[in-house]
């Protein structure tokens, strides 16, 4: 008859057992569960970047992909090379910088081969077909891989553009007679923009502040998206002009030298076009009713008294819902009605002079 310490030994071996079986089983069931997560997440992102373009394009040609010269170009069998319009690469913010040695442009260009290169693609037009290089704008769609038994469906094409916009690969931007999809890829790139993925978690293509005006004008001629909210609209016969306040610049001391002194450019503005203005709506409002309203404005940095965006196509003007604006803790301020203070004026050379030679004792 076996004795009570061999039973209470067995008992301790066999609990053991069971909790270590307990343990693997739910370890199992865990990685399951990841896996099949990341499977959901994977394939939702692809479903997004596959649905069908419901904007009008006109049918291209099929070509193979023979190489990939950077985030944003490609070249054919043909020997000719393409943009993918509409989608911009993330240059780095110095231009003498070489684009190999600028992560983010590494990284896009690493995701755009993976996707296309010695793959068949479909191209489609939005507009004019070249730009002033000769190089072909079209949008891309890689054609899916057939096999005798598996016939490829056109529906599985995936669209390169909105592929490389929803990862956070590229910026949505409006190209001059060519940005028929603009409205479909803001929308990929908004997916990006808000999980923060690719180049939205690097500080170079962060959201601007309409009202740091000094600090947009040092961006002259690069692609920006700046947020803020309209002070003023002025509507004429030639455009509709939206105008931001710009933030309130320390007084320089009175003894500063004239030379140092420089003119503080106007507030950030955006010009539109009247039949693009009649044509944008958004929110169940016009553009002559975005006073006081916040809104994200994409395109290039110009200089006209001011750091100012051209609108060429009314979807580089989004409007910011209330929600988000009440999650930020923002409310629309009250619109200035008193004129801006004028620059200070400089002192003359002649009286700097005579108040330099004045002893600091005089009377």
Same mark, same amino acid.
């Given at each position: 008859?076996?004795?009570?310490?061999?039973?209470?030994?067995?008992?301790?071996?066999?609990?053991?057992?069971?909790?270590?079986?307990?343990?693997?089983?739910?370890?199992?069931?865990? &990685?399951?569960?990841?896996?099949?997560?990341?499977?959901?997440?994977?394939?939702?992102?692809?479903? =997004?970047?596959?649905?069908?373009?419901?904007?009008?394009?006109?049918?291209? @040609?099929?070509?193979?992909?023979?190489?990939?010269?950077?985030?944003?170009?490609?070249?054919?069998?043909?020997?000719?090379?393409?943009?993918?319009?509409?989608?911009?690469?993330?240059?780095?913010?110095?231009?003498?910088?070489?684009? !190999?040695?600028?992560?983010?442009?590494?990284?896009?260009?690493?995701?755009?081969?993976?996707?296309?290169?010695?793959?068949?693609?479909?191209?489609?037009?939005?507009?004019?077909?070249?730009?002033?290089?000769?190089?072909?704008?079209?949008?891309?769609?890689?054609?899916?891989?057939?096999?005798?038994?598996?016939?490829?469906?056109?529906?599985?094409?995936?669209?390169?553009?909105?592929?490389?916009? !929803?990862?956070?690969?590229?910026?949505?931007?409006?190209?001059?007679?060519?940005?028929?999809?603009?409205?479909?890829?803001?929308?990929?790139?908004?997916?990006?923009?808000?999980?923060?993925?690719?180049?939205?978690?690097?500080?170079?293509?962060?959201?601007?502040?309409?009202?740091?005006?000094?600090?947009?004008?040092?961006?002259?001629?690069?692609? =920006?998206?700046?947020?803020?909210?309209?002070?003023?609209?002025?509507?004429?016969?030639?455009?509709?002009?939206?105008?931001?306040?710009?933030?309130?610049?320390?007084?320089?001391?009175?003894?500063?030298?004239?030379?140092?002194?420089?003119?503080?450019?106007?507030?950030? !503005?955006? !010009?539109?076009?009247?039949?693009?203005?009649?044509?944008?709506?958004?929110?169940?409002?016009?553009?002559?009713?975005?006073?006081?309203?916040?809104? =994200?404005?994409?395109?290039?940095?110009?200089?006209?008294?001011?750091?100012?965006?051209?609108?060429?196509?009314?979807?580089?003007?989004?409007?910011?819902?209330?929600?988000?604006?009440?999650?930020?803790?923002?409310?629309?301020? &009250?619109?200035?009605?008193? @004129?801006?203070?004028?620059?200070?004026?400089?002192?003359?050379?002649?009286?700097?002079?005579?108040?330099?030679?004045?002893?600091?004792?005089?009377?």
């Amino acid at each position: 008859m076996p004795s009570v310490l061999y039973l209470a030994t067995r008992r301790i071996i066999e609990c053991n057992i069971e909790s270590m079986v307990r343990t693997h089983i739910l370890t199992a069931m865990t &990685a399951a569960l990841l896996v099949a997560g990341s499977t959901l997440f994977a394939y939702a992102a692809f479903a =997004q970047t596959t649905a069908v373009t419901t904007c009008a394009l006109e049918p291209g @040609p099929t070509r193979a992909v023979t190489g990939v010269i950077d985030g944003e170009t490609i070249s054919l069998d043909d020997g000719t090379e393409l943009r993918l319009v509409g989608a911009l690469a993330p240059r780095p913010p110095d231009a003498a910088l070489d684009l !190999s040695y600028w992560p983010p442009e590494r990284e896009a260009k690493a995701a755009l081969e993976r996707l296309v290169l010695g793959r068949s693609v479909t191209l489609a037009y939005a507009g004019r077909k070249s730009d002033r290089y000769g190089r072909m704008l079209a949008h891309v769609f890689v054609d899916p891989q057939s096999s005798a038994e598996t016939p490829a469906d056109p529906e599985n094409r995936v669209w390169v553009q909105a592929h490389m916009l !929803s990862h956070g690969h590229s910026r949505a931007y409006a190209l001059k007679d060519s940005h028929g999809c603009l409205r479909e890829l803001v929308a990929h790139e908004a997916i990006a923009r808000k999980a923060k993925l690719g180049l939205w978690s690097h500080a170079a293509y962060q959201l601007r502040d309409a009202s740091r005006t000094m600090d947009i004008s040092r961006l002259r001629s690069t692609f =920006q998206v700046i947020e803020g909210e309209v002070s003023r609209v002025i509507v004429s016969k030639t455009s509709l002009i939206l105008r931001f306040n710009r933030e309130e610049t320390p007084e320089r001391p009175t003894d500063q030298a004239s030379d140092d002194v420089r003119a503080v450019p106007k507030g950030f !503005s955006v !010009s539109i076009k009247p039949a693009i203005a009649r044509s944008w709506q958004a929110g169940g409002m016009t553009l002559s009713q975005l006073e006081g309203k916040r809104v =994200q404005i994409r395109g290039w940095i110009e200089r006209r008294g001011g750091p100012a965006i051209e609108i060429i196509e009314g979807n580089q003007i989004e409007l910011v819902p209330a929600d988000e604006v009440d999650a930020l803790g923002l409310r629309p301020a &009250a619109v200035a009605t008193e @004129p801006e203070p004028d620059t200070p004026r400089r002192r003359s050379r002649k009286r700097k002079t005579e108040a330099a030679l004045v002893p600091a004792s005089a009377p």
